[in-house]
């Protein structure tokens, strides 16, 4: 869906609310005239656009860090500020925390995630090894019970 919009002769829009055709919303601020690009939120993170939250965009967020946000580089700006800042890199870290304790991908992280990863405990298995450290322990257990639910 695109949409343009026309300032007149105002230079800047203070702040921006969005609401999608699937109820989701979108507030930015700090719009000047020129091109931007607004992102749905369940995109934001997701630099190559491929549905995840991997280490492709980790590297593409840590590379945009201190620019201004452009067509490319929109779902990198996590909270919407119109910049990609160490603030959205913050925020996609702990989305991606989030996604990677969802080990059986049902949408929440519950019981079966548990069971997962304290089957793989002490193994290289990557959906269990949320933190990507190369073994499942103790800090993929921490992570995965801070975002229970």
Known sequence: LEVHLGLGAATAVATLRAVFPDGAERTVSNLSSGAH???HPALLGDADRDGDLDASDATALAAAIGSQVTIHT??????????????????????????????????????????ALLAAWGSSDAASDIDEDGSVGASDLGTLLSNWG
């Open 37 to 39: 690009a607004l992102v």
């Open 74 to 115: 929109a779902p990198l700006d996590l909270d919407g500020d119109m910049r990609v800042t160490k603030a959205d890199k913050a925020e996609f870290d702990a989305r991606r925390a989030r996604v990677r304790s969802d080990i059986d991908r049902s949408g929440s992280v519950g019981a079966e995630d548990l069971t």
